[in-house]
């Protein structure tokens, strides 16, 4: 282990900024502001070794620490003149954590720490403030029982009721007229007077005693080491844990412990403390963007129960702004910013503190923003110079971006929330509420807004859920058809809400609404064509129609995507299923379609019907018959999609799900269906059954449907290639790309690549023309990646599917996962829901093995990826690791997939986002 | 290519026994006969390189190969006498296919090749026997007509039957009376006068004229090179495919074609035909058996008109043996076999002809067996000193010996056949038909011998089928629920037998039994209660108690299996679930058990209720208590196990199933289930729904239950190891090892190991003793097999559980798969059921990566497996030569895994069957 204490203070720093891994983002911001000449209270950084030290040792601190931390102290007491542990001269640390990433809020802080009942007195004597250094000691002891000896925080909670309550009646308000809640409020703690306080102390004492059979330490060091060991627990909370396992981020950094010495906001009025961001962090204008609150302890700004005021003029009471209240302070604030921004070199986030007219630097780090924030302002530091384009790009998180590409609720409207489900798909949608499909498409096609409500959307409902502004499951997860469809659409969803009850029969829907506590407050019904409003980017659902805001694709967007354009390797296809989708996709910049999937065009009303009566045709030939009456259909549909996509490929998956998909499963409609036929029921439900399958996904589908029934896929490849030849025919050029699904041997794919070809020489002869076309194969299963070598002979490209890869590789259903995906992702088995993010030991290990296999025998062979994880940015970073050609996703992902191409491009070339790592 | 034709006669062979490849089986044997001095008729073999050179072609002989086979007719000619072609001393010749390995039947034959108008005229003066010659000359046509012209058969008919309708009238029967087929045996084609010849031959021409629009080929050597050119086309016959298919035959090995001078067993009383077989082919005893027919040709025999005699005495009609009536025959003969059997060191199958007082041998190869002989023959013959013991080992045919296992039907009773299905499981049962498996308990508690008949069976059936004497499905494959279930249990099971329909309503089923033209003739009801009888070898269903013959494990077996035992290096083991299965497996000498399944344990009456409560409890308390009752259950199941596999190691799974499979599904059963434990019965319906799984093999299940559920590993652990500590306490030597099924992730090892060793601490510590244990992990997924490294971390075993290990890799549902796996294998895109023999391509390269990167991180892994593969002979192969420690099947397969085994050892060590390639 290196050197175990950093020091930081008056202009000199052990450490850097570079050093974070070491020092934890707030030790490694101290230590280079300080060495920057910023006023910062001098203190030090115990590194991250020290606390896997700690966690190795079982939770010990050595004495060589202690020792070291004593003689660090006396460094500080040099600089602030005062002493840890001087009854005369108190010298009083903050203790907090610092990882390496920013995680807000998970692990803890202990302030004004190295107080006892000698201390505060003479604290009370040299500040002259009695009621300030009780309060700090009141305020200590709940801080510091909370976090370091365990004593739940509501433990103390009735001893500050009363004491509300006390000054209350002394200020001539009946507190029995409040919430507890709101008698904070009325009451803020500066009312509580010196008794008030010193019987405060008192009783958090006694409750000390009591929960911990200890008193309240005394000693100032002994009170350290508890902190310090403390913060280097909180690193293994829960919270903590769960918060890593989202962020990605390894148990084995550790977090850094800071002790610094303490400045106080709250020493009158010439004091104070706020926070700011250099740049507005909600639309990234260039303006200084900040909070104070004057008399106040940092703590006061975060708790909300008093109003901050603005920091600069121009944000609505420029007369208490600290421009006004305090120029000098100010003046200083902005020299300081301004000089972060530029070394930093990013939008900054910091926290001051005034103390009696001198203002110090607590925090410097870049600022979280929004999505269109984030996006303006990398576009524009690039251009003010302080960036690279480069840089620029690697600024901008792709997901993020999400947001911009889609309409948002209006943040300022009122609005009744009725209940949270995942955030399934993006944006903003209000409409009636329709239960069914049918309905959906019944009243859209009368103008009528309308939302589909469904317990869970199955292929039957497409037509319906095309029909609707959005779509509300009340099971299902990110994963499931509603999500997976609506997400395709680009439609709103909200998926899995399992607090509404839907009753199909008397159309209406019961929702448990929960008071903030959790409990149960009310149950609202909602009826078939009442207006609600969905909000797909946080899972919400609103009574009535509340306002939206339009996506507004900023001007800085477009440059971005300009720029990224420029350096990423990867081409990004959508997968889209319409000449609509095709349209949209094109739109959003993509280079072609990746995945048309033909099954979708089965549903349509005309179509259907014909498809069944190839399912239940008794021979061949009924079955060619059935399925040649598809064929104008198919045609038509990739006509539309060819026209739309001149000069770029699209590659068109031929029929993937099983057959039982086309029918109906309810006896109702089992016997609606059977007289429409003109078959018996009996027949039609023993079609039905003999087609069930126990595991579908595992079933008799894809490429094996043409072994046992060929007809169907010369159809297909039929319709895709007299499409191809009419479009071309009119001057446009077209890629056409015929892909097999679940193909898992050579063999399976010689024998559709014959029959293609057969088709295809028909084609020709009959068009009088020939064209070009590929012929390919999806990846799908882990045996198609362990004999890649023989499929690439006739696949000239693979498409990894890569949601059917995660299934069959990692054994797990998608539909199924819901029930215990999250406990795996909690337990830290999964880092992510594979399913978002692809599995890159398991799934990518096979995703690498095709690549290489493949490319051995046929050196030049396109590779590419449709499956859901398309669009996923870190997926993105994978498969352009991976090496492969190109990634097709959702038409509104695209965007964010060629943000994300960018990015691995810039990594594979070393450029660095030199501040992103603040 | 090298040479093209080799030529034998007279003593003299190009060719010899060791160029199958070259010759093909026949050629080899004709040649090798030739060498030995045995009297063969000269011929030649055009070899299997100019049948690939025929292909490459595009179908066409060379004028090289036409010279050559001219000139070697002439070498023929030299030594008989006759000339090809010669009005008048004609040489006619068989043309007859022979691949490398027999493929009987599958190819074609053409007899009498070399007749035309003219020359039919000079053979009958040669012969003097008009009637011989025009005899021979009507069979050529017809037979060459078929299969060269491809002239269907049935044209033919008709003329045939006129001939022996005026025959019969001619002899004063009156044809109108007899169907054809009865024709045929009242009046044999001996019986056709010269006049019907000619007319025959005549009529025979004019179809021929008018099906293929050109006159009856004339010219011998037109003939001729139609023949060869048939035989060559031949290999690529439906028949022949399939049959190759099915016999893991490559496509690339060709056909040789025998072309031979004919020697005639119908020139009269002097003349014969017969075939032999130099020990028992049914038994294996050591005696000479064959049949012969004087006066005929050798397809005679075949046809089965007229009814073969024995060739030696002793078998029934020692007056009309060869022995007898042809004793200077005989003579030569006996010394023939004997010599052929010393010769090639087995068994053999010989023909033979008899022409005018001479005797010719036309083929020898090794002769097919049954299972039985194939025991007998190989130790008899070790034990003569004609081969070595491990050779012995290498003769027998694993799959053959698994008839031996099981009673068989009386091969001699009379009995009504009623339907076919899949021969599932081996072995006959007879028993009352019973339609629901509590019925089945019922009846078999009062002693009644029952058949389960079920559409399917699933796991809530286990207690009847294990109270029945066999299970007949009308659904599902070789590997559905009850063909696996049954297996393991060794009782009878046809499955998918389409031909029944079952109408629970009434408790009867309706078979439709088809004539031999497969058409449908009859519908049988059979109800409840009737008696069925089921041979699972064959599938067949018989109506009535057929008897049967008890399975005779022979002391040669007993040799046989010692000898094996001698020579394996892989372990066997079985899957066994209850103290009877593991009786039974270390009757059949199982060397522990590889897999006991914890959850058929659960179904028991007792169980299910407790299991049912678990899954209905709301909390985490309720469900331990739940849980709970189980444990006195497991821990006795296990006390009975451990005791019966006392000092054999015994790998336990944890809880597999998702847990759905342990609740009802049909409403009725629904409602009575929430009757029993007092829940609404939309509460209990909601749950299975709630359970309810798309793809349930993907599902919530194996581990993952012990994620969410820990208390159900928890119990189950505590049970193994309180049942270990009981009868390690009573002096049995115990060796459990804990098995984790569906682990993907060392994560899931890591949770589960910690559960079972702190449940270990607690057991241990109140036993006052502690016993070694294994912990180990399946490996079913193909991300288990990829991060083998990871696992082998926690795991001290992998088990590979081939199954799901197959379901995921190849992205197909084993209880789907009957749709479709027909097609697939037809198509060779499968060589065989890859449930059945592994796939070594897919699965097998997961196999061998998880041993390589199993053994990299743990070197002395033991490594098995347990999947239904353990018990097929060609998977057992593979296994054995990927390195594993042991294989695991059902207790019925264990001495077919054992042979398999030492079969494989010797392999690896170099050691051949050298006669088994004749």
Same mark, same amino acid.
């Given at each position: 282990?290196?050197?175990?204490?950093?020091?930081?203070?008056?202009?000199?720093?052990?450490?850097?900024?570079?050093?974070?891994?070491?020092?934890?983002?707030?030790?490694?911001?101290?230590?280079?502001?300080?060495?920057?000449?910023?006023?910062?209270?001098?203190?030090?950084?115990?590194?991250?070794?020290?606390?896997?030290?700690?966690?190795?040792?079982?939770?010990?601190?050595?004495?060589?620490?202690?020792?070291?931390?004593?003689?660090?102290?006396?460094?500080? /007491?040099?600089? *602030?003149?005062?002493?840890?542990? =001087?009854?005369?001269?108190?010298? +009083? #640390? @903050?203790? %907090?954590?610092? !990882?390496?990433?920013?995680?807000?809020?998970?692990?803890?802080?202990?302030?004004?720490?190295?107080?006892?009942?000698?201390?505060?007195?003479?604290?009370?004597?040299?500040?002259?403030?009695?009621?300030?250094?009780?309060?700090?000691?009141?305020?200590?002891?709940?801080?510091? /029982?909370?976090? *370091?000896?365990?004593?739940?925080? =509501?433990?103390?909670?009735?001893? +500050? #009721? @009363?004491? %509300?309550?006390? !000054?209350?009646?002394?200020?001539?308000?009946?507190?029995?007229?409040?919430?507890?809640?709101?008698?904070?409020?009325?009451?803020?703690?500066?009312?509580?007077?010196?008794?008030?306080?010193?019987?405060?102390?008192?009783?958090?004492?006694?409750?000390?005693?009591?929960?911990?059979?200890?008193?309240?330490?005394?000693?100032?060091?002994?009170?350290?080491?508890?902190?310090?060991?403390?913060?280097?627990?909180?690193?293994?909370?829960?919270?903590?844990?769960?918060?890593?396992?989202?962020?990605?981020?390894?148990?084995?950094?550790?977090?850094?412990?800071?002790?610094?010495?303490?400045?106080?906001?709250?020493?009158?009025?010439?004091?104070?403390?706020?926070?700011?961001?250099?740049?507005?962090?909600?639309?990234?204008?260039?303006?200084?963007?900040?909070?104070?609150?004057?008399?106040?302890?940092?703590?006061?700004?975060?708790?909300?129960?008093?109003?901050?005021?603005?920091?600069?003029?121009?944000?609505?009471?420029?007369?208490?702004?600290?421009?006004?209240?305090?120029?000098?302070?100010?003046?200083?604030?902005?020299?300081?910013?301004?000089?972060?921004?530029?070394?930093?070199?990013?939008?900054?986030?910091?926290?001051?503190?005034?103390?009696?007219?001198?203002?110090?630097?607590?925090?410097?780090?870049?600022?979280?923003?929004?999505?269109?924030?984030?996006?303006?302002?990398?576009?524009?530091?690039?251009?003010?110079?302080?960036?690279?384009?480069?840089?620029?790009?690697?600024?901008?998180?792709?997901?993020?971006?999400?947001?911009?590409?889609?309409?948002?609720?209006?943040?300022?409207?009122?609005?009744?929330?009725?209940?949270?489900?995942?955030?399934?798909?993006?944006?903003?949608?209000?409409?009636?509420?329709?239960?069914?499909?049918?309905?959906?498409?019944?009243?859209?096609?009368?103008?009528?807004?309308?939302?589909?409500?469904?317990?869970?959307?199955?292929?039957?409902?497409?037509?319906?859920?095309?029909?609707?502004?959005?779509?509300?499951?009340?099971?299902?997860?990110?994963?499931?058809?509603?999500?997976?469809?609506?997400?395709?659409?680009?439609?709103?969803?909200?998926?899995?809400?399992?607090?509404?009850?839907?009753?199909?029969?008397?159309?209406?829907?019961?929702?448990?609404?929960?008071?903030?506590?959790?409990?149960?407050?009310?149950?609202?019904?909602?009826?078939?064509?009442?207006?609600?409003?969905?909000?797909?980017?946080?899972?919400?659902?609103?009574?009535?129609?509340?306002?939206?805001?339009?996506?507004?694709?900023?001007?800085?967007?477009?440059?971005?995507?300009?720029?990224?354009?420029?350096?990423?390797?990867?081409?990004?296809?959508?997968?889209?299923?319409?000449?609509?989708?095709?349209?949209?996709?094109?739109?959003?910049?993509?280079?072609?379609?990746?995945?048309?999937?033909?099954?979708?065009?089965?549903?349509?009303?005309?179509?259907?019907?014909?498809?069944?009566?190839?399912?239940?045709?008794?021979?061949?030939?009924?079955?060619?018959?059935?399925?040649?009456?598809?064929?104008?259909?198919?045609?038509?549909?990739?006509?539309?999609?060819?026209?739309?996509?001149?000069?770029?490929?699209?590659?068109?998956?031929?029929?993937?799900?099983?057959?039982?998909?086309?029918?109906?499963?309810?006896?109702?409609?089992?016997?609606?269906?059977?007289?429409?036929?003109?078959?018996?029921?009996?027949?039609?439900?023993?079609?039905?059954?003999?087609?069930?399958?126990?595991?579908?996904?595992?079933?008799?589908?894809?490429?094996?449907?043409?072994?046992?029934?060929?007809?169907?896929?010369?159809?297909?490849?039929?319709?895709?290639?007299?499409?191809?030849?009419?479009?071309?025919?009119?001057?446009?050029?077209?890629?056409?790309?015929?892909?097999?699904?679940?193909?898992?041997?050579?063999?399976?794919?010689?024998?559709?690549?014959?029959?293609?070809?057969?088709?295809?020489?028909?084609?020709?002869?009959?068009?009088?023309?020939?064209?070009?076309?590929?012929?390919?194969?999806?990846?799908?299963?882990?045996?198609?990646?362990?004999?890649?070598?023989?499929?690439?002979?006739?696949?000239?490209?693979?498409?990894?599917?890569?949601?059917?890869?995660?299934?069959?590789?990692?054994?797990?259903?998608?539909?199924?996962?819901?029930?215990?995906?999250?406990?795996?992702?909690?337990?830290?088995?999964?880092?992510?829901?594979?399913?978002?993010?692809?599995?890159?030991?398991?799934?990518?290990?096979?995703?690498?093995?095709?690549?290489?296999?493949?490319?051995?025998?046929?050196?030049?062979?396109?590779?590419?990826?449709?499956?859901?994880?398309?669009?996923?940015?870190?997926?993105?970073?994978?498969?352009?690791?991976?090496?492969?050609?190109?990634?097709?996703?959702?038409?509104?992902?695209?965007?964010?997939?060629?943000?994300?191409?960018?990015?691995?491009?810039?990594?594979?070339?070393?450029?660095?986002?030199?501040?992103?790592?603040?």
């Amino acid at each position: 282990m290196g050197k175990a204490i950093y020091f930081f203070g008056a202009g000199h720093a052990d450490g850097e900024h570079s050093q974070k891994e070491l020092l934890g983002g707030k030790g490694a911001g101290l230590a280079e502001m300080t060495r920057l000449g910023i006023p910062v209270p001098p203190g030090f950084t115990i590194t991250t070794e020290v606390c896997n030290e700690f966690y190795a040792s079982g939770g010990k601190l050595t004495d060589a620490l202690k020792t070291e931390v004593a003689a660090t102290l006396e460094r500080v /007491s040099a600089i *602030v003149g005062t002493r840890f542990g =001087d009854a005369q001269s108190p010298l +009083l #640390v @903050s203790v %907090r954590s610092g !990882a390496r990433a920013s995680m807000p809020g998970m692990m803890d802080t202990i302030l004004n720490l190295g107080l006892n009942d000698t201390i505060v007195a003479g604290l009370a004597a040299k500040t002259g403030n009695r009621k300030f250094a009780l309060d700090a000691f009141r305020r200590f002891i709940m801080l510091y /029982s909370g976090v *370091v000896l365990e004593v739940p925080r =509501d433990k103390f909670e009735h001893a +500050l #009721v @009363s004491a %509300r309550r006390k !000054a209350a009646t002394d200020l001539g308000i009946d507190p029995s007229r409040y919430t507890s809640a709101e008698l904070e409020r009325k009451v803020p703690d500066s009312k509580l007077d010196e008794p008030a306080l010193e019987q405060l102390i008192a009783e958090e004492k006694a409750i000390v005693l009591k929960e911990t059979g200890k008193p309240f330490p005394e000693d100032p060091m002994e009170q350290l080491w508890g902190a310090i060991g403390a913060v280097f627990r909180s690193w293994h909370n829960p919270r903590a844990k769960v918060y890593r396992a989202m962020h990605d981020i390894p148990e084995n950094w550790g977090t850094a412990c800071n002790v610094q010495a303490m400045v106080f906001g709250n020493l009158g009025d010439d004091s104070g403390t706020g926070v700011a961001f250099t740049r507005d962090p909600s639309t990234g204008e260039k303006r200084f963007f900040g909070e104070w609150l004057p008399n106040a302890q940092g703590e006061d700004v975060v708790a909300g129960v008093r109003t901050p005021l603005p920091v600069s003029k121009g944000g609505g009471d420029d007369a208490n702004s600290l421009e006004v209240k305090m120029p000098a302070c100010y003046t200083v604030l902005v020299d300081i910013y301004q000089k972060l921004e530029k070394h930093f070199r990013d939008m900054q986030d910091i926290e001051f503190t005034i103390q009696s007219g001198t203002l110090y630097m607590l925090q410097c780090r870049n600022g979280k923003r929004t999505g269109k924030a984030s996006v303006r302002i990398a576009v524009e530091m690039a251009r003010e110079g302080l960036i690279s384009e480069k840089e620029a790009i690697l600024r901008v998180d792709p997901s993020s971006i999400d947001q911009l590409l889609h309409p948002s609720i209006d943040p300022n409207a009122p609005k009744k929330f009725l209940a949270r489900g995942l955030p399934a798909s993006p944006g903003a949608a209000s409409g009636h509420v329709v239960f069914h499909a049918d309905e959906a498409e019944r009243l859209a096609g009368r103008g009528k807004p309308v939302i589909l409500v469904r317990a869970e959307t199955s292929p039957e409902d497409i037509h319906g859920m095309k029909a609707a502004r959005g779509i509300l499951t009340a099971r299902g997860g990110m994963t499931s058809h509603a999500a997976v469809v609506a997400r395709g659409m680009g439609k709103s969803c909200v998926a899995g809400c399992s607090s509404i009850a839907i009753r199909y029969e008397t159309s209406e829907m019961h929702i448990s609404v929960y008071d903030s506590a959790g409990h149960p407050a009310e149950t609202v019904v909602v009826k078939a064509g009442d207006m609600i409003t969905l909000d797909g980017g946080t899972g919400s659902v609103f009574l009535g129609a509340v306002p939206t805001v339009p996506a507004a694709l900023s001007g800085e967007f477009g440059v971005l995507m300009e720029w990224a354009d420029k350096v990423r390797k990867l081409r990004v296809r959508a997968n889209a299923d319409t000449p609509l989708d095709a349209r949209t996709a094109r739109n959003f910049g993509a280079e072609g379609i990746g995945l048309c999937r033909t099954e979708h065009m089965f549903f349509d009303d005309e179509r259907i019907l014909a498809v069944r009566e190839m399912i239940l045709a008794g021979d061949q030939a009924a079955r060619k018959q059935a399925v040649n009456k598809l064929l104008p259909f198919q045609r038509a549909d990739f006509v539309g999609v060819f026209r739309e996509m001149a000069g770029l490929p699209v590659t068109i998956r031929l029929l993937d799900p099983p057959l039982h998909e086309f029918l109906p499963h309810e006896p109702e409609q089992v016997a609606q269906l059977a007289q429409t036929m003109g078959v018996s029921r009996d027949t039609l439900q023993r079609k039905v059954e003999e087609l069930t399958e126990y595991n579908p996904m595992l079933g008799h589908r894809g490429c094996r449907l043409a072994i046992t029934y060929p007809e169907i896929y010369e159809m297909q490849v039929r319709a895709i290639l007299e499409a191809a030849c009419e479009v071309a025919s009119q001057g446009v050029e077209v890629k056409p790309e015929i892909m097999i699904p679940i193909a898992m041997t050579k063999k399976e794919l010689l024998i559709t690549k014959e029959l293609t070809e057969k088709v295809a020489k028909e084609v020709f002869d009959q068009a009088g023309r020939t064209l070009e076309y590929h012929f390919g194969t999806m990846i799908e299963l882990p045996r198609a990646a362990i004999m890649a070598h023989e499929l690439a002979e006739p696949a000239e490209f693979f498409s990894f599917g890569t949601n059917d890869l995660t299934q069959t590789t990692l054994g797990i259903s998608r539909d199924d996962a819901g029930r215990f995906l999250g406990a795996y992702v909690e337990a830290g088995i999964f880092a992510k829901d594979p399913f978002q993010t692809v599995d890159v030991q398991g799934v990518g290990a096979l995703v690498e093995m095709a690549r290489e296999r493949g490319r051995k025998t046929r050196p030049n062979i396109k590779l590419g990826i449709c499956g859901e994880h398309g669009g996923d940015p870190t997926s993105i970073d994978f498969f352009g690791k991976a090496g492969l050609d190109y990634v097709s996703c959702s038409p509104f992902r695209v965007p964010i997939a060629r943000l994300a191409a960018a990015q691995v491009a810039l990594k594979l070339t070393g450029a660095k986002n030199e501040s992103s790592s603040t």
